[in-house]
Nanobody
Framework: QVQLQESGGGLVLAGGSLRLSCAAS????????MGWFRQAPGEEREFVSG????????DYADSVKGRFTISRDNAKNTVYLQMNSLKPEDTAVYYC???????????????????WGQGTQVTVSS
């Protein structure tokens, strides 16, 4: 069955870094765009970053641009989110998601993603 398993979350001081990983199984990873979303308590789930399936074109929310970097390794069926210069407002549960063959213009839309992970908690203390 399809599985997306996030890891790498934790507690970090403001200004620190974390690297999230999302290991995928049960589908043809290379045919799927991958996205990272986050949800803080009482807030809606929001787009953080995405990477397309064919050209690995990336997109970032304005709030993380220049601090976060998304990448994928198709040989390992894994997508990564390198998070630098973390801020307290980055605190949230981070989810990875997979969407079949969408281009960069669809990456921000939650409803195009077919598969979702269970999430990993990121807490940034000031």
């Amino acid at each position: 069955q399809v599985q997306l398993q996030e890891s790498g979350g934790g507690l970090v001081l403001a200004g620190g870094s974390l690297r999230l990983s999302c290991a995928a199984s049960g589908f043809t990873f290379s045919n799927y765009a991958m996205g990272w979303f986050r949800q803080a308590p009482g807030e809606e789930r929001e787009f953080v970053s995405g990477i397309t399936w064919s050209t690995s074109t990336t997109d970032y929310a304005d709030s993380v641009k220049g601090r976060f970097t998304i990448s994928r390794d198709n040989a390992k069926n894994t997508v990564y989110l390198q998070m630098n210069s973390l801020k307290p407002e980055d605190t949230a549960v981070y989810y990875c998601a997979a969407a079949s063959r969408i281009n960069v213009f669809g990456l921000r839309r939650r409803n195009v993603y077919s598969y979702w992970g269970q999430g990993t908690q990121v807490t940034v203390s000031s």
